[in-house]
């Protein structure tokens, strides 16, 4: 619906509102999921900022707010269309001065509490005009600043997906009395992901929510290299804005001659008036809307790997042979050889690039081993690192200089490793050569693709600066992973860069499944897994379980608890254990297997709130239809006990069944039905951890407050 103030569109679970009168900036006055319009005040925060070498900022700050020229756009136009499942919205704006129009695109489908937005620049006028940052999405959050928590989260190796809340006030907007300054402030709370991990020190997710109405938003940048997101107040509240890279803080502009266009990264914004847990579920949702059609999606084979804590990238074919016998007895689905299969000298970091099977390594070469995979009922996968040449690797002199990332004329070296540019035809080349072969020769339906450095801000050949050769890089790298599964579509891709370093919705619409983490301490791994389901689908989401031989019952029952609400992705000798231990394995495999269909209709819920990285206690929650599952883990905690919150199913009755482990001493459990809250305790051991189906007998009370999220 379009008027002469105001545009509206949606469907049953959205609603968007963008004022368009002359009066004053287009903005979206409200975004959510109530239908029917909301009583809301006009927007301020222009729809599009986009920051221009020679127009600048109307106010002086390093925020994405107030540009000159997004302050300047006028409205030019509305439309709407379909592509298949997904309903369009184009937003056309203006800007007389330097004829410069903006296209944002809001897309969704309908039943889904969130949208897709990129926003399109188009130089209309008679001069280049050179960019230095353009917002995919901006708008104001109304509520008042004193009632706002952010949510955002720190990342890194080894410690991936640290959540906090905090009150926005507390963590970063002071109260400036600005209403008496008569100004907005200048101010922000930047969160700014560098170089080609996306997510090495921050998450490109993040929220807002309103503690007093409940009403939230949660957001993801989908890119694969450098971004931005910011919250920041102004007069009126709150705006957010999300970008990809920007020349502040990127390296990144891009010169735009007169009738080029260029489009901004991908981001996605889901509402709710339920707070986080209801913005988790509509994220969730339009997850699942967003990533490929692929047979792995329905299939969730559980997968077992050779590497960690196992052989640690030094397979061969006499330790080989054993493990795939035991992964096979256990009920894995996919073997996957990792690291080292290419060395034929115990040196092989910086040599890496030609990705030719060890002629020492497999006596009667690697064949044997992938046919002794395939023999035992599962698809045999390799691990490899796609992006990256040794310096010592003969790839390194046999493609040109062109093929590789180069600042100032000189290629890139990283941690003895040169990168590739795959914007140049000759580095896609070598890679397709790699994947056909392997696909073709050996017969390999699975790749764990590493990533193991950081390029940094980009590349300065044949590009307007550093920041905008390394986004053409990325989206060529997109492009290439496209074409890879047009041409192998049952293929299936693991996303992994020194664990989790880029988790992003860039990579993770096309690959099937995420590494969280090279996390190699059992007890430390919890807060990883359980905070997962935040940045990826649970059926995306692969946590290491690795039992051995030398631990105790209970914490081989912790480790594989730890992989079982996502995708259970083993390792570990279980070629070295007991008949009773691999057992273990065997019955959390069986479970596994009977609740995965489940997971990928399941919306996560954290009864404790999400974890601290040193809880005592944790717990996660995935509700799919009736059926809840519910982990638990407890790590040297001086309180045997834990009580967790279910408010949907409260005053509810229901049956609590053990799944795994289901040979170990139980834990008791109180069901209080009234309030909601399930208290469990656990025998007194160092560590445990245990997976339960929650089945309501009665109707629950409905609930419609925000749940648990913290």
Known sequence: MESATDVAWGHSALELVVDVSPDGPVG????????????????????????????????????FSETAVGTRMVFAGSSRGTDGKWS???????????????????????????????????????????????????????????????????????????WVRHPLRDAALPDLNLGLHGQDGRGRAAVVSTGTWSTGTVLPTGGLVDRRTGQAWLWQVE????????????????????????????QWQHRLLPGESFTSVPVSVAVSESGVDGAVAALTAHRREIVRPHPDRAALPVVFNDYMNTLMGDPTTEKLLPLIDAAAEAGAEVFCIDAGWYDDDSGWWDSVGEWQPSRTRF???????????????????????????????????????????????????????????????????????????LVGELGVGYFKLDYNIDAGAGTD????????????????HLAWLDAVLERHPDLILENCASGAMRMDYAMLARMQLQSTSDQQDFLR????????????????????????????????????????????????????????????????????????????TSVPLWPLGLPAWSDRWLSLA????????????????????????????????????VLYPRDLPEWKSVWDLDAGELTLTAPRVAASARLFRITPRTSPIPSPTEGTAR
Request: proline share 5%; charged share 25%.
């Open 622 to 657: 995935l509700k799919s239809g009736e059926i809840t599952y519910l982990a638990g883990w407890q790590r040297d905690s001086d309180q045997d006990s834990v009580t967790l919150p279910l408010p949907h199913l409260r005053g509810a009755e229901i049956d609590l069944d």
């Open 223 to 250: 890119h694969n290299g450098a971004w931005r997101w910011e919250v920041a107040e102004r007069l009126d509240g709150p705006y957010v804005a999300l970008l990809g890279p920007t020349d502040i803080d990127h």
């Open 88 to 162: 369009e919205l184009h937003i056309d704006l203006r800007d007389e001065r330097t004829g410069l129009m903006a296209r944002t695109t809001f897309r969704s489908v309908d039943g889904v509490a969130a949208c897709q937005v990129t926003t399109t620049v188009t130089n209309h006028g008679q001069e280049s005009l050179v960019l230095q940052g353009l917002t995919s999405f901006a708008a104001g959050f109304t509520a008042q600043v004193e009632d706002v928590d952010v949510l955002r989260a720190d990342s890194e190796w080894l410690g991936e997906g640290r």
């Open 28 to 63: 979206i006055r409200s975004l959510s999921a109530v239908s029917g319009h909301v009583d809301r005040p006009r927007a301020v925060q222009p729809l599009v900022e986009v920051l221009v070498a020679g127009e600048g900022r109307a106010r002086v700050s390093h925020r």
């Open 525 to 600: 791994y919890p807060p990883i897994a359980v905070s997962a389901p935040m940045s990826v689908l649970p059926e995306q989401s692969a946590s290491w379980a690795y039992p051995q031989p030398d631990m105790s019952d209970e914490d081989i029952a912790f480790t594989l608890c730890t992989g079982m609400l996502g995708r259970l992705y083993l390792s570990g000798r279980l070629d070295h254990m007991t008949a009773g231990q691999l057992a273990s394995v065997r019955a959390a495999v069986r479970v596994q297997h009977e609740i995965r269909a489940d997971l990928a």
């Open 461 to 476: 050949t044949a590009a307007d600066s550093a920041g905008a050769g390394l986004l053409a890089h990325n989206r060529a």
């Open 363 to 437: 006596p009667g070469g690697i064949e044997k081993v992938i046919a002794h995979i395939r023999e035992r009922g599962m698809v045999p996968g390799l691990w490899l690192e796609p992006e990256v040449i040794g310096v010592r690797s003969p790839m390194a002199d046999q493609l040109p200089a062109s093929a590789f990332l180069q600042r100032g004329g000189v290629r890139l070296v990283e941690h003895g490793r040169y990168h590739l540019d795959l914007r140049d035809p000759r580095a896609v080349a070598h890679l397709d050569a790699v994947v056909d072969r």
